[in-house]
């Protein structure tokens, strides 16, 4: 603020006295009273100046006081002592830290001055700090050790020799001492001494601390991993709650296998234990956590089957392993846990869980098939039914009833039995929203596939508004779409794939992003939509099991069109239907074609992995299948069966599963 202070207050001090008549009393007051205000609002206007003034001035830091500056420096001085120790520059890191270390002794610093006495070869300075050292406190050991060193670098192994072995003679009966005497060998790269060290330990200690952990710890520095899974399995002899730190050590270590070859080792070494040692089931239990975090669902079997039996469980495990292997398409493994669980009677609280999730299973087994036998299926249908038979209300029972509609619908031309089944599913007490959401949208895939398109587009339409915001209501918002894909509304089912390209699930953003493209590839208001049209109608017509005649649409397509983007599509389409039919070798082909002339294109990743899953299980031909897994690796990183495609190849490589 610009104004002069001394100047105000001079005019405001300085007011001339009006000369008044002082018997006049009024004149005389009313004067007086205005000098006196006009000198409290001039002392007030000063003070908000001065004020004004005083903000735009900083305060004064406080005195920094010795002992603080002292602090400052110190720590500033170990900022650079330790950079010159970084770059190398030991003579100048050496000067600082001989000052600080004189200033303020500790072992920090001790170290840091003896090694970078040890780098510029002042030998006989390091031995001279290390015996005052000594002489100060003769029980501690890793002085002796730091000795040693100063002396193994000076070319006297000799002699550093002995002082180790010294060391190791003049351990005592102390935890902290061990310790300390361990830490100084391995500080200086003695691995061995430190090992030494540590069993010299256990016998003085009379294995009441076994050092199993940091002994292991060692072994893995040297890279001795073998010996390193001994301690850790040694320590579950001495203390059986020591399995879940076992298992989190053993999964770092792990974690860094890069050829296979500590996987490969540790199964050996559990394997030989467990056998070995019938009677210690920790091995056992340790077995089957191993084999599950490698997905070896075989032999997690064997094992949780070996444990139930030992300890009487509850088949915990079983029921586990059975839900694992079930996502990993493991199908084998799954019905075996689950027949084992219900061998073991009423009894047992998975009995009833496991009797359906059996059926489930092998009707999951079944339908994953490209052409399932019809007797399968009907052996399946009848299993259900007896399942059904005395609770076909039950609300447990509502994946069966589910399955079993799809079943009768889909593949065994029983459809009117199918949404008889559903209806009443839809309207059973004690289901949850979810699962009647579930018992609509199969309802609904049933009335599409039976021709009832405005029924179905409802059911539809009431899963997605129940779940607006979940994957449920996606998929089922996803199926509509394709309803009006199917039934020629091609710029709604549009509008509802836009939507859906962000969805959570990535399989289902994957099949929106992919019809979306479809229809504005193929689509245009001004030109003619023949080509997409018939092509949505062989997609109809393969949907409800019409193979022939979507098959003559598709060629129909084919001889209108020279060249047309939709081709790619209708070769594609073409290879589902003949492996569908079972005609494996031509589907094949025909993926191939597709990879061929549209290597670049949508449906091209798609191609290859059908490619590849159809040599793998159906042709057997595994050379070939890896070929492909290996096509779709390199050309397509990143395709949404890249995480797939590399199990798989591995698994036909002969890998371990990982």
Known sequence: MNIDLQMMNKKISGLEMVKVNKTADPVYSLVNS???????????????????????????KPPILPFQQDALQQGNDESIATQFYQNHEYEKAAEIFDRLYDEKPSQYYFQYLLSCLVEIKEYGKAERLIKKNLKGDPNALRYQVDLGYVYYRAGNTDKAKKLYEDAL????????????????????????????????????????????????SVYERMGDFKNAMEEYLNLLGVNT???????DRIQMVLANDVNNEKNESLRKILLSRAQKNPDKAYYAELLWWYSIQQKDFDLALVEAKSLDRRLGGNGEKLAMLASLALSNEKYDV??????????????????????????????????????????????????????LRDGSDDPENISVIRNLAHIQAFYLDKPAEAVDLLENAVKMNGISTAERAKCKIELADILLFTDD????????????????????GQEAKFKNAKLSFYIGEFKWAQ???????????????????????????????????????????ADLLDYRNAEVPALQTLDSILAMFAVHPILQHVLYKKAEIRRKQGKFAEADSLFAQVVREYPDDILADDAVM????????????PEKAMARYLELLDKYPGSIYVPDARRKYRSLRGDKPQ
């Open 34 to 60: 205005w000098l006196i205000v006009r000198s409290f609002l001039g002392v007030f206007l000063i003070f908000l100046v001065s004020a004004g003034n005083a903000q735009d001035l900083k305060p004064d």
């Open 169 to 216: 003679k003049k351990l005592q009966p102390n935890q902290q001492q061990i310790f300390d005497l361990s830490n100084a060998f391995l500080t200086h790269g003695e691995n061995e001494y430190a090992l030494r060290t540590y069993q010299a330990g256990r016998q003085l200690l009379n294995n009441t601390y076994p050092f199993g952990f940091e002994m292991a």
């Open 241 to 247: 709650s020591y399995l879940v730190t076992v298992q």
């Open 334 to 387: 799954a019905i075996e846990c689950h027949q084992y669980l219900v061998s073991k009677g009423k009894a047992c609280p998975y009995y009833d869980f496991s009797r359906r999730e059996l059926v489930n299973t092998r009707y999951i087994q079944a339908v994953s098939e490209p052409s399932p036998p019809k007797k399968m299926l009907e052996t399946i249908e009848h299993e259900f039914r007896e399942l």
């Open 453 to 472: 398109v405005w029924q179905a587009t409802l059911l539809y339409q009431q899963a997605y508004q129940d779940f607006k915001y979940d994957v449920l």
């Open 495 to 537: 509008a509802q794939a836009d939507v859906l390209k962000a969805a959570t699930s990535k399989f289902i953003s994957n099949d929106a992003i992919a019809l979306s493209l479809l229809i504005s590839e193929n689509f245009d208001p001004d030109s003619s939509t023949v080509a997409l049209g018939l092509y949505a109608h």
């Open 610 to 621: 059908q490619s590849a899953a159809l040599n793998e299980k159906q042709l057997g031909n």
